[in-house]
């Protein structure tokens, strides 16, 4: 089983539209999370860290259910510029590494 | 806004080659990683660096693969003998001490061995 597993898409979808994406992670020790966006032969940036209680960045909103180890993103009022790839990251506690476990990544196609 | 930057950009060379990859990650950050990501793949963790020694790695960064922080700016990746399949892209990431584990990326190397 992947660790960190995304619906690679791609999500074709209209400006203005709002679309969510999905993650399940495998390891439940895994304590830190974060959405990474990547663009096209680019590095990945950080678009925003995920917190139990969820949270919420202008257009954009994270959840988090550690019980089903899942993880979402909301983006509302789709961009032309939101189109790219969404990573989905995790961080493990139990094997001492503090290193990003990244998703394969879900792509994102906001059309006029 | 500080930025991490990298070295170069595009880096061809032949199997069995040396490289280096640099890196100089955001001046007050204090921990340091390289990973890689294969063309069509996801980014995978390689090494991480703190207080001037690999704190973890994973099982691609063998014994080719070497890294160091010659002064106290620069981070550096080194393969002593490249193969085809570490053609990859590079990217470097630092992160501070008191910011949880949000780790900030550089532009990357695109490493291509031939």
């Known amino acids: 089983r992947k660790e960190v597993e995304q619906d690679p898409g791609p999500f074709n979808v209209p400006e203005g539209a709002t679309v969510a994406f999905n993650c399940t992670y495998s390891n439940s020790a895994s304590q830190s999370f974060f959405w990474y966006r990547q663009d096209c032969r680019k590095e990945p940036k950080l678009l925003m860290s995920v917190y139990s209680s969820g949270n919420e960045d202008g257009r954009f909103t994270a959840q988090l259910n550690r019980a089903s180890q899942y993880i979402s993103l909301l983006i509302r009022d789709s961009k032309l510029s939101d189109s790219a790839t969404y990573l989905c990251v995790v961080v493990h506690m139990d094997t001492g590494r503090r290193a990003l476990t990244f998703g394969s990544g879900t792509r994102l196609q906001v059309q006029p | 806004e500080p930025e991490v930057t990298q070295t170069p950009s595009h880096q061809v060379t032949q199997m069995g080659q040396e490289v280096i990859l640099r890196c100089v990650p955001i001046s007050n950050h204090l921990y340091f990683y390289w990973y890689r990501q294969i063309l069509g793949q996801k980014v995978e963790f390689l090494v991480s660096?703190?207080?001037?020694?690999?704190?973890?790695k994973s099982e691609i960064f063998d014994d080719q693969f070497s890294v160091e922080r010659p002064d106290g700016s620069n981070f550096t990746l080194k393969i002593r003998s490249t193969k085809l399949e570490d053609s990859a892209m590079y990217f470097c990431a630092s992160r501070p001490r008191d910011r949880g584990y949000e780790q900030y990326f550089g532009p990357g190397t695109r490493l291509t061995v031939t």
């Open positions: 660096f703190y207080n001037n020694e690999i704190s973890e």
